[in-house]
T-cell receptor
Framework: GQNIDQPTEMTATEGAIVQINCTYQTSGFNGLFWYQQHAGEAPTFLSYNVLDGLEEKGRFSSFLSRSKGYSYLLLKELQMKDSASYLCARTVDSSYKLIFGSGTRLLVRP | DSGVTQTPKHLITATGQRVTLRCSPRSGDLSVYWYQQSLDQGLQFLIQYYNGEERAKGNILERFSAQQFPDLHSELNLSSLELGDSALYFC????????????????FGPGTRLLVL
């Protein structure tokens, strides 16, 4: 199977840190993507992890553990504009088609 | 702006009709992917083309078909439309190493919102 699980909703406060977890089935795994999607808009690329460890990119970081089938997206110094859905997606085999989780809706409150 | 363009932005049609959605990939990208996003579902992979050839297929209905032309633009054809086909249809492209990410990174177009009445 290629199930991807992530929480449906999260709420956090402006200026705080939030961690969005994602678990996936490891068979046929190539890499793990995180996308941000505001309602009604296109997903925009945030990060790509193919090796274990933490990738830091400004306020956003992403972590991958291939053996555990686990990833997280860490958002620091939250801003109101970070309120969006965050989509975890994995590639499958050599085609690199993306299998998406259902997304985590993040609400940032003042 | 991802560099991927899609037309039309909105489409309203009736059940039983046929529509064509169009996508132009980023310059240099050879792969085009189509996804469907319904209100109650996440992004669902439909089909992928690479340099004119079908590369991978997802849960695409038989009523749906796609192709990629020599200039690399792609069209998704939806026929015998049903109410349940109402959704956002996204096209994405990948393949060049420009920009953040890698050659595998998919960049999404703005989508076509289809409403079937």
């Amino acid at each position: 199977g290629q199930n991807i699980d992530q929480p449906t909703e999260m709420t956090a406060t402006e200026g705080a840190i939030v961690q969005i977890n994602c678990t996936y089935q490891t068979s046929g795994f190539n890499g793990l993507f995180w996308y941000q999607q505001h309602a009604g808009e296109a997903p925009t690329f945030l990060s790509y992890n193919v090796l274990d460890g933490l990738e830091e990119k400004g306020r956003f970081s992403s972590f991958l553990s291939r053996s555990k089938g686990y990833s997280y997206l860490l958002l620091k110094e939250l801003q109101m504009k970070d309120s969006a859905s965050y989509l975890c997606a994995r590639t499958v085999d050599s085609s690199y088609k993306l299998i998406f989780g259902s997304g985590t809706r993040l609400l940032v409150r003042p | 702006d991802s560099g991927v363009t899609q037309t039309p932005k909105h489409l309203i049609t009736a059940t039983g009709q046929r529509v064509t959605l169009r996508c132009s990939p980023r310059s240099g990208d050879l792969s085009v992917y189509w996804y469907q996003q319904s209100l109650d579902q996440g992004l669902q992979f439909l089909i992928q083309y690479y340099n004119g050839e079908e590369r991978a297929k997802g849960n695409i209905l038989e009523r749906f078909s796609a192709q990629q032309f020599p200039d690399l633009h792609s069209e998704l054809n939806l026929s015998s439309l049903e109410l349940g086909d109402s959704a956002l249809y996204f096209c994405a492209s990948s393949g060049s190493s420009r920009g953040p990410g890698t050659q595998e990174t998919q960049y999404f177009g703005p989508g076509t919102r289809l409403l079937v009445l």
